[in-house]
């Protein structure tokens, strides 16, 4: 693949791994290397989280490998992708690592990093839009502003593999940050009441975000008081994202004139 103007596409060797992210969703938000991966990948393993839009940009004669870690779902072990990973690669297959969003961010790019490193597989990362930022930003909500904030949390609600969570949220709370959450659905009430006992006000403005970039996409505005009862009345759920703080306020100043992501 190539692009006018633009430097060359990396070749992609037999027996490489690549570890890209696949961005949010909407195909549209991949890069142009995770584009050129799809199109020259022998064989591609793939999170539940990928759209299948961005998959249908494959090669046509490509092995499509679902290995995706989902929660409440039976998913394949960690150990067993990286089985895979390596084999194929060993077989001499052009092997493309796709994740949603960025690999590096929540994603256990790191664990499959660091295996193919162990086994003297090449491999290369290739970042990909993460959602947390992609989904606040076209929801009208700001990462960071001169006037709110010069840093912001990105935190995730629970970890994948065991659905518990090692983070102290009223710690967090404290640093007076936006949190933008990854995973929040399973712990939300828990969460909140954390972070409320860390000094968050009930008013404090939040956002919560459902399947951004897809047909599916939702958002809910509400406060750290009322998220959680909202949600439910709502039926929001999984994939979701919750933007904590005075940036998830800011959106109705926009919304007049924004145009969504379609
Ligand atoms: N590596 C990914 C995150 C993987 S963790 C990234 O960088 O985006 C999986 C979580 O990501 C989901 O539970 C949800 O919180 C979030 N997520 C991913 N895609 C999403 C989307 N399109 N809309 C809302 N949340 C999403």
Request: hydrophobic share 45%; proline share 7%.
């Amino acid at each position: 693949m190539s692009f006018p103007g633009f430097p060359p596409m990396p070749d992609f060797p037999a027996g490489e791994v690549w570890l890209a992210g696949a961005g949010p969703g909407d195909p549209r938000l991949l890069t142009l290397l995770a584009l050129h991966a799809l199109a020259t990948a022998d064989d591609i393993v793939h999170d539940a989280l990928v759209d299948r839009r961005a998959l249908d940009l494959r090669r046509p004669d490509s092995v499509l490998i679902p290995a995706g870690k989902r929660g409440g779902k039976p998913s394949p072990h960690q150990r067993d992708i990286n089985e895979i990973l390596i084999e194929r690669a060993r077989a001499g297959r052009r092997v493309l690592r796709l994740k949603g969003g960025d690999p590096f961010v929540f994603g256990r790019g790191w664990d499959e990093a660091s295996a193919l490193a162990a086994a003297g597989i090449r491999f290369r990362i290739i970042p990909g839009i993460t959602s947390g930022l992609a989904a606040a930003a076209l929801a009208g909500i700001p990462a960071t502003t001169r006037d709110t904030n010069h840093a912001v949390i990105l935190a995730a609600g629970h970890r994948a593999e065991d659905g518990t969570s090692t983070t102290d949220w009223a710690a967090l709370a404290k640093l007076g940050q936006p949190i933008i959450l990854y995973m929040p659905m399973s712990q939300l009430e828990d969460i909140v009441s954390a972070l409320r006992q860390g000094g968050m006000g009930e008013r404090t403005p939040v956002a919560l975000i459902q399947s951004a970039t897809t047909e599916g996409e939702r958002v809910l505005e509400s406060t750290l008081g009322s998220v959680a009862a909202d949600a439910a009345r709502e039926g929001i759920g999984a994939p979701a994202l919750l933007v904590v703080g005075a940036v998830a306020g800011l959106r109705s100043q926009l919304l007049a004139n924004l145009v969504g992501w379609r």
